[in-house]
């Protein structure tokens, strides 16, 4: 199937629209002048945006919202192959796609198709390449809500496509980009990867299909051979970030490339991680020819996208952020981020999916006491049912046998109640996980 098969589509349907990613992808679509809709389990914030765009939401997945006169219908890795919907399009032999084969479609309808894929970071740096190529007006799917391409996708004119590149069911395999960015690699979705030996053989195949460009974190360069491997890191890579400096909220840090200075950047947030991935991002840039000018005016404007490292308000004393963060990785380096400001810092993380929880336990534990205090909810199913005998209960002992200051609250109310009895006094609450967490500090800072 090519792209203006794609174009010359008449109805597509979306099998759960109201996700991220599917939302932005409908609305992309819908851009084309395809007649698009689709069908969700509930009402959201993304189904009401789609219906403010025009696009018709079904609530309840029946094998009846299949007619024959839709084209084709697109469907995510969540949807099982039992669901009522996808049973009857094959009856009616309707073409399906997975969410990534629309995708990789859309990627290869551009020339300069670029994939921002690593096991974390990647929607934080698909943001800053978003700012960065603003000007070369490029069509962009990213799996956040970034403010400054007014929701998750943006419609550009260009040839350039900017998408996120996710290793799950190696969906990122579906792909031929003209440049990549691999930011890291380490044990992740074991519900699917057996290991990750299993997981590095994904990239390194996922290497050999990116055509021109390809971007990687200096401490696994060893993992790959490429035409044309450029490494970026704090030493021994083509491009270094050094001098790195924090103030009010704001990071600088100088580019070094052949032992040279090439200039000092700026960028509206903090946390080494996120060094890094402007830092590729800026690798980027450069390698695809883009001017330093454009580079720094694109990142003087840049905010994080939604969920990552994202300041909510304040309640009482304390200060409130918001963060995505749900592997071992990357809440330990978001608590060591979040210690730039000097305060108490309470983290409430609200564990994703049993398999994950069960697969790292133990680093959970460890990463979580980088913390003064930590609070945990009941786990966030998300996909999975439980089948492992896993509860957040368990967590909360693996914490208290490495003397973490821990507690279990299962409900968020509960948790504002208890939050509300503190003295918050110089505190730094963090809601952080995949998913709905952040609800308590919304309701935290609303309430004032």
Request: aromatic fraction near 10%; hydrophobic fraction near 40%; charged fraction near 25%.
């Amino acid at each position: 199937m090519k792209f203006e098969n794609l174009m010359n589509a008449n109805k597509i349907f979306f099998i759960g629209i109201g996700g991220i990613s599917m939302s932005g992808l409908a609305k992309l679509l819908k851009s084309y002048n395809i007649n698009i809709l689709g069908s969700d389990s509930r009402e959201s914030n993304n189904t009401i945006d789609l219906i403010n765009h025009n696009i018709d939401v079904i609530y309840g997945q029946k094998s009846e919202n299949i007619t024959k006169d839709i084209d084709y219908i697109v469907y995510t890795s969540a949807i099982k192959d039992d669901n009522p919907e996808l049973v009857r399009a094959r009856e009616l032999g309707i073409t399906i796609l997975k969410r990534i084969e629309l995708i990789a479609l859309l990627t290869n309808g551009h020339k300069y198709s670029v994939a921002i894929s690593g096991t974390h970071g990647k929607t934080s740096t698909t943001s800053f390449v978003s700012h960065i190529m603003e000007e070369l007006d490029p069509t962009i799917s990213i799996g956040g809500i970034l403010e400054s391409i007014g929701g998750n996708v943006r419609v550009g004119k260009s040839d350039y496509f900017v998408t996120e590149a996710c290793e799950y069911m190696d969906n990122f395999l579906y792909l031929n980009p003209y440049a990549s960015i691999i930011l890291n690699i380490e044990e992740d979705h074991l519900d699917y990867f057996k290991d990750l030996s299993h997981i590095q053989d994904s990239f390194k195949k996922f290497s050999t299909q990116t055509s021109e460009i390809l971007i990687v974190n200096e401490n696994i360069k060893h993992l790959f051979n490429h035409k044309n491997l450029i490494t970026f890191g704090f030493d021994n890579a083509d491009y270094i970030a050094e001098n790195i400096k924090f103030k009010n909220g704001y990071t600088s840090f100088d580019i070094i490339s052949s032992n040279r200075k090439l200039f000092n950047i700026s960028i509206k947030t903090f946390g080494n991680h996120n060094v890094l991935n402007a830092l590729a991002s800026i690798a980027l840039a450069l390698e695809l020819g883009i001017e330093v000018t454009t580079i720094k005016e694109g990142l003087s404007s840049f905010k994080c996208a939604n969920r990552r490292l994202e300041y909510k308000g304040t309640y009482k004393d304390a200060i409130i952020y918001d963060d995505y963060a749900h592997h071992p990785t990357e809440i330990r380096t978001s608590l060591n981020a979040y210690k730039a400001f000097e305060r108490k810092v309470i983290c409430i993380f609200q564990p994703h999916t049993y398999s994950r929880t069960k697969s790292f336990m133990k680093d959970f534990a460890k990463s979580l006491c980088h913390c003064d205090e930590v609070i945990i909810p009941k786990i966030y199913a998300a996909r999975e049912t439980d089948t492992l005998g896993i509860s957040s209960k368990d967590l909360v002992k693996e914490i208290e046998k490495l003397n973490g200051n821990v507690r279990y609250i299962p409900e968020f109310d509960d948790i504002i109640e208890h939050l509300t009895e503190e003295n918050l006094t110089d505190t730094l609450i963090i809601t952080m996980g995949a998913g709905d967490i952040f609800k308590v500090g919304e309701k935290l800072v609303n309430m004032l």
